[in-house]
């Protein structure tokens, strides 16, 4: 069964501080996708990044970076410079390869509620 | 282009009485999946859909019932509301792809069972 952890439950910094949301998963797949969502206040679900079991390669997008790593089963977020417009709920999930009639489950983590304060 | 519409956004229920929640996708999506999103629990697979005539059980399917007549609609049905089921709703569609072309949402349903 696949398992994905987000050990931190909430993270409050200060604004222009650095933070990052750890993310660990757990599955027998040799094949799969790992996630990141937001949840502003909002409520919607914003899809930030995907990255495949095959690429290891770290990404960075502005402020935002990924690092995956196989070997620790990790795929832990980091906001550089953060913002009060950061504030939200992160989620990582991972999803197993699908196709025809073999559904490609999105299995979620708990969520990190980050507060960025002024 | 509206992608996945959920109805209603907010919606209070009384024990015991029953209710459908909406879901429509216009992006022709094969799949179609159903999630409840509870503090401190993630979102958690309740029903899924890879076709329509097909919906099979996600991870806590107990309470609910799905049926998918067409490629577009997914309704939820709450047979006898319980306290339990209060939780915010998402609606989700995908091609077979999903984990590659990505997975729309629909904006959630808060509902609230008294």
């Known amino acids: 069964a696949q398992k994905v952890t987000q050990a931190q439950t909430e993270i409050s910094v200060v604004e222009k501080e650095d933070v990052t949301l750890d993310c660990v998963y757990e599955t027998r797949d040799t094949t799969y996708y790992l996630f990141w969502y937001k949840q502003p206040p909002s409520g919607e679900l914003v899809f930030l990044i995907r990255?495949?079991?095959?690429?290891?390669q770290n990404e960075i997008s502005g402020r935002y970076s990924w690092n995956f790593q196989k070997s620790t089963s990790s795929f832990n977020f980091t906001i550089t410079a953060s913002q009060v417009v950061d504030s939200a709920v992160y989620f990582c999930?991972?999803?197993?390869?699908?196709?025809?009639?073999?559904?490609?489950?999105?299995?979620f983590g708990q969520g990190t509620i980050l507060t960025v304060h002024p | 282009n509206a992608g996945v519409t959920q109805t209603p956004k907010f919606q209070v229920l009384k024990t015991g009485q029953s209710m459908t929640l909406q879901c429509a996708q216009d992006?022709?999506?094969?799949?179609m999946s159903w999630y409840r999103q509870d503090p401190g629990m993630g979102l958690r697979l309740i029903h899924y859909s890879v076709g329509a005539g097909i919906t099979d059980q996600g991870e806590v399917p107990n309470g609910y019932n799905v049926s998918r007549s067409t490629t577009e609609d997914f309704p939820l049905r709450l047979l006898s509301a319980a306290p339990s089921q209060t939780s915010v709703y998402f609606c989700?569609?995908?091609?077979?792809?999903?984990?590659?072309?990505?997975?729309?949402f629909g904006s959630g349903t808060r509902l609230t069972v008294v």
């Open positions: 999930a991972l999803s197993e390869a699908g196709g025809g009639t073999s559904y490609g489950k999105l299995t």
């Open positions: 990255r495949n079991s095959f690429d290891e």
């Open positions: 992006m022709n999506h094969e799949y």
């Open positions: 989700a569609s995908s091609s077979p792809q999903g984990y590659i072309y990505g997975y729309t």
